[in-house]
């Protein structure tokens, strides 16, 4: 019961954060997006310190959950922050939940319950070696490098949800590592603790995915980023905990079955959640934002397709 309590907290916690952050980094200088300085320019903003606050205590209670129990049974829950988020919208916006906001509720939750009813996420399983540990941490370090390189060939509203993705992706990751940190902290003491990389691995993975997401939610509105962001962190930090941490789950036709529906669910959950009307961005906003007005593009104000790069003059060149 306190994993689920910690995880559902840490979940409230990141949902809050990340819509603080996402209204602050709209105002950033657009030429900072993915430079570190557009780092050093939320600092100055009130409300994205506030966000950013939020974020850590998030971080710091999924620790505490990722050291009482499984990354395969802690990601799902996690996931849930995007409902946190929608409530927050909610208020910002003024808008109702509506008929597509209450089918996504009910799709994360069920897909959330499918998926750890029918694995029953379990450790003691026998951890990797350091070989696996690298195969596994390169693998998704590649999969992130490769996520970015085509996001900047993008425009910008194509570009945040990659971006987004590749931030998931080292979020899932720094989850994993987290929990072995932890293990190892609790049985080896800290001196023992800052001699290994993992330690440092989760915090370059947590800086450079801070750098990645404050960019995403520059380019675009929160519904661009956030479920991408929120889909793919679950998927990343189970297929990590499995990979190298001895995590098991029910393998059963039946049980597979089951997680499979429960994944599904999530992923389709979260974006319907995150194309809510309700959540905070709006294409108008954003394009306004950025100095274009919404008849150049293509005449539509709500198309989904961002400014090209080669007439956005706020874009930085390569």
Same mark, same amino acid.
């Given at each position: 019961?306190?994993?689920?309590?910690?995880?559902?907290?840490?979940?409230?916690?990141?949902?809050?954060?990340?819509?603080?952050?996402?209204?602050?980094?709209?105002?950033?200088?657009?030429?900072?997006?993915?430079?570190?300085?557009? +780092?050093?320019?939320?600092?100055?903003?009130?409300?994205? %310190?506030? $966000?950013?606050?939020?974020?850590? !205590?998030?971080? +710091?209670? !999924?620790?505490?959950?990722?050291?009482?129990?499984?990354?395969?049974?802690?990601?799902?829950? %996690?996931?849930?922050?995007?409902?946190?988020?929608?409530?927050?919208?909610?208020?910002?916006?003024?808008?109702?939940?509506?008929?597509?906001?209450? #089918?996504?509720?009910?799709?994360?939750?069920? $897909?959330?319950?499918?998926?750890?009813?029918?694995?029953?996420?379990?450790?003691? &399983?026998?951890?990797?070696?350091?070989?696996?540990?690298?195969?596994?941490?390169?693998?998704?370090?590649?999969?992130?490098?490769?996520? #970015?390189?085509?996001?900047?060939? %993008?425009?910008?509203?194509?570009?945040?949800?990659?971006?987004?993705?590749?931030?998931?992706?080292?979020?899932?990751?720094?989850?994993?590592?987290?929990?072995?940190?932890?293990?190892?902290?609790?049985?080896? =003491?800290?001196? #023992?603790? +800052?001699?290994?990389?993992?330690?440092?691995?989760? @915090?370059?993975?947590?800086?450079?995915?801070? +750098?990645?997401?404050?960019?995403?939610?520059?380019?675009?509105?929160?519904?661009?980023?956030?479920?991408?962001?929120?889909?793919?962190?679950?998927?990343? &930090?189970?297929?990590?905990? @499995? =990979?190298?941490?001895?995590?098991? %789950?029910?393998? /059963?036709?039946?049980?597979?079955?089951?997680?499979?529906?429960?994944?599904?669910?999530?992923?389709?959950?979260?974006?319907?959640?995150?194309?809510?009307?309700?959540?905070?961005?709006?294409?108008?906003?954003?394009?306004?934002?950025? =100095?274009?007005?919404?008849?150049?593009?293509?005449?539509? /104000?709500?198309?989904?397709?961002?400014?090209?790069?080669? /007439?956005?003059?706020?874009?930085?060149?390569?």
């Amino acid at each position: 019961m306190a994993v689920f309590l910690l995880a559902l907290s840490a979940a409230c916690c990141l949902g809050l954060g990340f819509v603080l952050q996402q209204h602050a980094a709209q105002r950033a200088p657009r030429a900072d997006m993915l430079h570190w300085r557009l +780092l050093l320019d939320l600092m100055r903003m009130p409300e994205w %310190l506030l $966000g950013t606050g939020f974020m850590v !205590s998030g971080l +710091l209670l !999924s620790a505490l959950a990722l050291n009482q129990g499984e990354v395969s049974l802690v990601e799902p829950l %996690l996931a849930t922050n995007l409902i946190f988020a929608m409530a927050l919208s909610r208020v910002l916006t003024r808008q109702t939940l509506g008929r597509s906001g209450w #089918v996504g509720v009910l799709l994360l939750g069920l $897909g959330v319950t499918s998926f750890i009813v029918a694995g029953r996420p379990t450790g003691g &399983g026998p951890a990797a070696g350091e070989l696996r540990h690298w195969l596994v941490v390169g693998t998704v370090a590649g999969l992130t490098l490769l996520l #970015v390189a085509l996001a900047r060939r %993008l425009p910008l509203f194509e570009e945040a949800t990659l971006l987004a993705l590749a931030a998931g992706l080292l979020y899932g990751l720094q989850d994993a590592l987290t929990r072995t940190t932890t293990q190892r902290l609790d049985h080896d =003491g800290l001196a #023992v603790v +800052l001699r290994t990389w993992q330690p440092y691995a989760v @915090v370059a993975a947590g800086v450079i995915g801070l +750098l990645l997401v404050q960019s995403a939610f520059e380019a675009a509105p929160l519904r661009m980023s956030l479920p991408a962001l929120t889909a793919a962190q679950p998927l990343s &930090g189970i297929a990590c905990a @499995v =990979g190298f941490l001895g995590d098991r %789950l029910r393998v /059963t036709p039946g049980a597979l079955a089951w997680q499979a529906a429960g994944l599904v669910a999530i992923v389709i959950g979260v974006i319907v959640i995150g194309r809510h009307p309700a959540m905070p961005g709006s294409v108008r906003e954003t394009l306004e934002s950025i =100095g274009a007005p919404p008849e150049d593009r293509s005449g539509s /104000t709500d198309s989904g397709d961002g400014p090209d790069r080669d /007439t956005d003059p706020d874009r930085r060149t390569e």
